[in-house]
Structure formats: structure tokens, C-alpha cells
């Protein structure tokens, strides 16, 4: 015993001089840090001393027995020291990983296509949008926006056929929108095909044609180079004012 507390007698008399010449840098480990506040305190280093006198037991301060094998030696004390002079370095914060948001997709349903004459009327096709990005979608089909549609956007020129914005990477080369063929009556609709590239109505598969429109995001227009429908406009407007899903208008004898 005399020896060791000749050791640490000399050790606390060298504490001044390491303070005053202070140590490399920050330690990793805190060791003396007896309430883990992140800092070492004289009062704590004393608490160090008098376990290595064996005036107190390890487990009054265990943060000093830095190798775990339940003895405090000098280099274990020593390096309480350099904890009280130079500090202790917090550790690096645990990088919080930033969920990565799920791409919005839109899975068009029968009861999703509806009376035409309720939709926006756009230069010759009508649009609406079922995830409530309509304001977004229109600025886009009257040039207010660019190009693409959002997700939800539904667009029709005739009851019989529909592009419906869907998402998800669910057709890359055509901007993720998904083709349909229709079948309307006053009963409502029902869906007959359904796809990609491969879904045909009338002649060749839809995106055979919309796929030269790369620039008005697939959606043919008169002059972007789709293939011509060859259906007049006064036609056009029939087929969407007469869509049979469309309750009757009242006559105007019926109005009076």
C-alpha cells in the first residue's frame, strides 16, 4: 500500500503541471465520469483517488475502470486526468436516416370514370384529376406549367378511352401514365383492358401513338406529332356531351 500511494501521490502532484500544459486533444472515452454528464470533475477525480487507496469501492465510480477487469490501476486513473484537462470529445451523433417518401400512385378504378360533361373541358378533351391536384393538372394542359401531369390526372376525349396519370414507375417511357379502354352506359363504366404499350382500342396500340408527343407529356394534341384521330371537333363534342354515364338533360319543354 505504501508504494501505490506513493504512485498516487506523485501522480496528483504532477495534475498542476498537466493543467497548466495541457494534453494532445479530447479523449474518445470520458473515464471518471462518474454521473456521465460528459465532463470530468476534481470532485469526481478525488472519488478516483480514494478508490485506488481503496477507501471506496470500484462501484462507487465504475466509469474509471476503463479495461472492465474490476480494478482501478494508475494508467486508469492517468487517463481521469487527461478526461479533467483536456475533455472529453461527445460521441457522433447516430445519423438519423431520412425516410425516403413513397412515390404517390394513383390505381384508377370502374366508379373513377364519370360524366364527361362534369370535367374541365380543355381545347378539345376533358380532364379532371382524383387525388386533388386538379389546379396543378390544368395549369399544365393550358400551358401555365410545364410538363409532367400529376399523379391522379385522368383525361378522356371520348367516353370509350382513357389516360389516367398513375405513378409509381408504373411505365417509365411514357411519364408512368396507364391506358384504358372503356366501356360506357348509364349504368356506369366498366373497364376492358387495361396497360402499357400493349393496349389497343381502334387501329394501333395507344402509345404508338401518344409516344410521339414526348414534349406535351404524351397527351396528343392536333400538332405535336400524333397520329391524326380524323374525327371532327363537332364530333368529338357530341361523343362527350351525349357520354350515356351523363344523367339526361331535362328538355326545354321539361324546364317550364
Keep these: 500500500m505504501g ?64 479495461n472492465g477487469d474490476g480494478t482501478l490501476e494508475i494508467n486508469e486513473l492517468l487517463a481521469g486526468v487527461r478526461s479533467l484537462v483536456d475533455g472529453c470529445r461527445l460521441p457522433e451523433p447516430t445519423p438519423t436516416a431520412t425516410p425516403s417518401p413513397t412515390p404517390e400512385e394513383f390505381v384508377a378504378q370502374a366508379t373513377d370514370f364519370q360524366c364527361l360533361r362534369d370535367w374541365t373541358h380543355i381545347r378539345h378533351f376533358r380532364i379532371t384529376n382524383a387525388l386533388g391536384h386538379l389546379d396543378e393538372a390544368l395549369a399544365v394542359a393550358r400551358g401555365e406549367a410545364p410538363p409532367p401531369y400529376p399523379v391522379g390526372t385522368i383525361i378522356q376525349l371520348v367516353p370509350a378511352e382513357a389516360m389516367v396519370k398513375r405513378g409509381a414507375g408504373f411505365f417509365p417511357e411514357a411519364n408512368d401514365w396507364e391506358f384504358f379502354v372503356l366501356g360506357a352506359s348509364s349504368a356506369g363504366t366498366q373497364i376492358l383492358k387495361r396497360g402499357r404499350g400493349e393496349v389497343v382500342n381502334i387501329g394501333p396500340p395507344c402509345f404508338a401513338c401518344h409516344g410521339a408527343a414526348t414534349h406535351t407529356d404524351f397527351i396528343c394534341e392536333t400538332n405535336n406529332g400524333c397520329v391524326a384521330l380524323n374525327l371532327p371537333e363537332n364530333l368529338i363534342n357530341a361523343l362527350q356531351e351525349g357520354d350515356p354515364r351523363c344523367p339526361p338533360t331535362p328538355s326545354p319543354a321539361a324546364a317550364h
Excluded: P
Design 3 to 66: 508504494q501505490r500511494l506513493g504512485q498516487i501521490l506523485a501522480l496528483m502532484a504532477s495534475i498542476a503541471l498537466l493543467i497548466a500544459a495541457g494534453l494532445a486533444g479530447a479523449q474518445e472515452l470520458c473515464v471518471g465520469d462518474c454521473d456521465v454528464s460528459g465532463a470530468v470533475s476534481i470532485d469526481e477525480l478525488l472519488i478516483g483517488v480514494n478508490i485506488a487507496l481503496g477507501r471506496e469501492a470500484l462501484t462507487r465510480c465504475s466509469e474509471f475502470d476503463l
